[in-house]
C-alpha cells in the first residue's frame, strides 16, 4: 500500500539555525503537499508541488519536489520562534484521497 | 465564510458507551474527510467521502467505527462500545473538490478537532 515516510522525526535547532524536513514515497506522485501543525492546532496547508523538480518559496520556506516525483523537501532558512510546530507532507491517491506523512516535530530554542 | 466546525469539542466518555462526532464542512466542499491522531503522533486515515461516491472506509481500524454524510454536507463519525485505545483527537477536513483538476489536488481545510478521552 501506500507509505509516506517523512524524516527526521524530530529535530530541535537553535533560533537562527537552518532546518530541513524530507518525504520520501514508494510510488511515483501526481503532486505532494505540505501542512503545518502549530502544538495544540491542527494542520494548516502551505503549498502544493506539482511539476518534477519544481521549487517553490514563501519568504524562508523553501519547497522543492524531486525530479521522479518521489521525494519532496521543505527546508527552512534562519529558523524563528514562530517555526515551532510538526510538519507534514502529505500525499494523494488515485482516489483523490490524501495520506499523509509521519511529521516532523520542529523545537526552536530561543 | 466560516471554516470546518467539529462538535464537540472535548468529550469524555466511559469505556462501553457509544460516541457521536460531527464535522459540519465548509460550504460548497464536496469532499469531506475524517483523521485520527493520537498523542504526539501524524494523522490516521479513517474515511473519505467524495461527493455522492461511495465512501473510501478502508482506513477504518474496526466495524465499531462507522460515518455518515447527510445530504452531501454534515458528517457524523460514530464510535460503539469506545475503548482507551480510541481515545486521540477526530479531525474532520474539507476541500473543494472532490476529483483531481489535472495533477492539481485541492488543499484540506481542517476543524479544530474533538478530544476523545475514554475513561
Known amino acids: 500500500g501506500q507509505q509516506v515516510m517523512q524524516i527526521p522525526q524530530y529535530q530541535h535547532v537553535q533560533e537562527g539555525e537552518d532546518f530541513t524536513t524530507y518525504c520520501n514515497s514508494s510510488?511515483?506522485?501526481?503532486?505532494i503537499q505540505w501542512y503545518k501543525q502549530r502544538p495544540g492546532g491542527h494542520p494548516v496547508f502551505l503549498i502544493q508541488?506539482?511539476?518534477?523538480?519544481e521549487v517553490k518559496k514563501q519568504k524562508r520556506l523553501t519547497f522543492q519536489f524531486g525530479e521522479a516525483k518521489k521525494n519532496s523537501s521543505l527546508h527552512i532558512t534562519a529558523t524563528q520562534t514562530t517555526d515551532v510546530g510538526t510538519y507534514f507532507c502529505?500525499?494523494?491517491?488515485?482516489?483523490?484521497?490524501?495520506?499523509f506523512g509521519t511529521g516532523t516535530r520542529l523545537t526552536v530554542i530561543p | 465564510g466560516a471554516g470546518v466546525s467539529q462538535s464537540p469539542s472535548n468529550k469524555v466518555t466511559e469505556k462501553g458507551k457509544d460516541v457521536e462526532l460531527r464535522c459540519d464542512p465548509i460550504?460548497?466542499?464536496?469532499?469531506l474527510y475524517w483523521y485520527r491522531q493520537s498523542l504526539g503522533q501524524g494523522l490516521e486515515f479513517l474515511i473519505y467521502?467524495?461527493?455522492?461516491?461511495?465512501?473510501?472506509k478502508s482506513g477504518l481500524p474496526s466495524d465499531r467505527f462507522s460515518a455518515e454524510r447527510t445530504g452531501g454536507s454534515v458528517s457524523t463519525l460514530t464510535i460503539q462500545r469506545t475503548q482507551q485505545e480510541d481515545s486521540a483527537v477526530y479531525l474532520c477536513?474539507?476541500?473543494?473538490?472532490?476529483?483531481?483538476?489535472?495533477?492539481?489536488?485541492?488543499?484540506?481545510?481542517f476543524g479544530n478537532g474533538t478530544r476523545l478521552t475514554v475513561t
Open positions: 477536513a474539507s476541500s473543494l473538490v472532490s476529483q483531481a483538476l489535472g495533477s492539481y489536488n485541492s488543499p484540506l481545510h
Open positions: 510510488t511515483t506522485l501526481s503532486n
Open positions: 508541488l506539482v511539476k518534477s523538480g
Open positions: 502529505a500525499e494523494p491517491t488515485r482516489a483523490n484521497n490524501l495520506f
Open positions: 460550504s460548497g466542499h464536496t469532499a
Open positions: 467521502f467524495q461527493g455522492n461516491s461511495a465512501p473510501d
